[in-house]
């Protein structure tokens, strides 16, 4: 095929689903540990007959002539096809500082060890001094590679501009997700106003239990982990149970994880496993991989639970969808409904009571520590959001400011976060948009269940049915339109403040 030369949209997508799912297993292999050198560039030019302007353009020709679906559908083959075009040209340089970052090793207390897993040590260490001490030394290990990450930032950042015809990032990536982020942000930070007073005072009274009267007044986001692991009732939420207690929580639902084989469990602890969970639907519905990295305490089931929502959602898709309403969406906004309205199961007081044996009144106390840590992360991630607005509105001029970053997140929160850490802790595509349009929709949805299955509603299979056949449509639908559903405004926030501890 010569260079010039396209694919009808037809063979496209087919060929993509190839290059999707080999692209998918290579990163699998990397990020649970089996593999410790990344070679997705080579996969790339396997696959060099696929990207090319020639067929970005046709790709957008044909969309321009369609309707309905099929418009939709092109649309988002063209963005793929300009995401792909992106990669051709950048994988081997994403490659290199994803193998260096691999082969990063810090030493502590005279034990040497993989960047990595000190970033997962920092989530057991008892000791307070200890995890800061740990968490200076891997933030400045990761921060050796700023300079890298940044001018990979850029290079793509010129070829998006270039590709889309879009040269504000910020306005490329309203036109994506088909929403304005600046209205998103405002009404966001409006409810962050209206929940400072609530989460005042969570903040003063776990941030005491959990970190304990040594604690600085502020304390750094090197404790976080240890925070949302809510380690010191390790020995109530064990390791060795997490797996077992959440396989149950999702059979009430109807779930039975075991009898899907299309779900493929990963559960080992490896040194060069990422310590963030995470799915890849490398073939929904066929192959879909959920991936955690277990260490005792809450967090083990709420990061199984939060990634068996991803999981159910890629697996209960309908198999008779076009390919790319089973893979390819505009943004992570409607998958992350799933997640995080699964993961809710564990603020329900009576879940901690019905699994882990406690009273009603320390099954009560427990809930509101999950409802302190969700409140913490929400306000963190909305912070994130009005410091990315402000990085990408004025990254052309002067390349953004890492201090907003520390100043707007540890205000947000109570814990300071380093400016050093401004673009490791940088996803693409305004993630933090996603997360937040997810926080507001499964609130939303949340209400919904309690009024139509009732209170039970996390362990009555009505929620299992009514969550299968949204997950049916794959990721066909946006975020908005399911809250339309659910008789919503896209940007109401009172189930999410009432979420929250409001």
Request: glycine share 6%; aromatic share 10%; proline share 3%.
């Amino acid at each position: 095929m010569s260079a010039t030369s396209v694919f009808s949209p037809t063979e496209f997508q087919s060929r993509l689903e190839r290059y999707l799912f080999e692209r998918s297993e290579e990163w699998r292999a990397v990020r649970v540990g089996e593999k410790e050198v990344s070679e997705q560039a080579e996969i790339v030019r396997r696959f060099a007959d696929l990207f090319s302007r020639e067929q970005m353009d046709a790709l957008h020709e044909a969309e321009t002539s369609a309707a309905g679906d099929d418009r939709e559908l092109l649309y988002r083959l063209r963005k793929t096809c300009e995401s792909g075009l992106i990669s051709s040209q950048l994988a081997e340089r994403e490659d290199e500082l994803e193998n260096r970052l691999l082969a990063e090793r810090v030493t502590f207390h005279g034990e040497d060890m993989p960047l990595r897993n000190a970033q997962a040590k920092l989530a057991v260490l008892t000791s307070y001094a200890d995890r800061e001490a740990l968490g200076e030394i891997q933030a400045a290990a990761s921060a050796k590679f700023n300079d890298d990450r940044l001018g990979l930032l850029r290079a793509t950042e010129e070829l998006a501009a270039e590709y889309s015809g879009i040269a504000d990032a910020v306005e490329r990536n309203e036109e994506e997700k088909d929403i304005s982020l600046s209205e998103l942000s405002r009404a966001l930070h409006a409810a962050s106003v209206d929940s400072t007073q609530s989460y005042g005072a969570l903040r003063d009274r776990w941030f005491t239990k959990l970190l304990g009267e040594e604690r600085e007044g502020v304390p750094s986001s090197y404790h976080t982990a240890y925070m949302r692991r809510l380690s010191p009732l390790e020995a109530t939420y064990t390791k060795d149970r997490a797996t077992e207690i959440c396989l149950q929580t999702l059979d009430a639902l109807g779930f039975d994880l075991n009898a899907q084989p299309n779900i493929k469990l990963d559960l080992d602890d490896r040194p060069q496993k990422s310590p963030r969970a995470c799915v890849i639907a490398s073939d929904p519905p066929k192959i879909v991989h959920l991936i955690t990295r277990a260490q005792g305490g809450l967090h083990d089931s709420q990061a199984f639970l939060h990634e068996a929502g991803h999981a159910l959602h890629y697996a209960g898709c309908d198999p008779q969808l076009p390919y790319v309403f089973r893979r390819i969406s505009r943004d992570h906004a409607l998958t992350e409904i799933y997640s995080y309205i699964v993961e809710a199961i564990s603020r329900e007081p009576e879940w901690h009571e019905q699994y882990f044996g406690l009273s009603p009144e320390q099954a009560q106390e427990n809930a509101e520590a999950t409802t302190f840590l969700e409140a913490l992360l929400y306000r963190r991630y909305e912070a994130k959001l009005r410091f990315e607005l402000d990085f990408w509105s004025r990254f052309n001029g002067d390349g953004g400011d890492a201090d907003v970053y520390e100043r707007l997140l540890t205000e947000a929160t109570g814990i300071r976060y380093k400016k050093d850490n401004y673009l490791s802790d940088m996803d693409a595509g305004f993630y933090s948009a996603d997360y937040l349009r997810a926080w507001i929709r499964s609130a939303q949805l949340r209400d919904y269940l309690v009024r139509e299955v009732g209170g039970d509603w996390w362990r009555n299979p009505k929620t299992g049915v009514l969550l299968t056949d949204l997950f049916r449509e794959g990721t066909k639908p946006t975020s908005e339109e399911i809250a339309t559903r659910l008789g919503f405004g896209a940007l109401d926030t009172k189930p999410l403040l009432h979420e929250i501890g409001a």
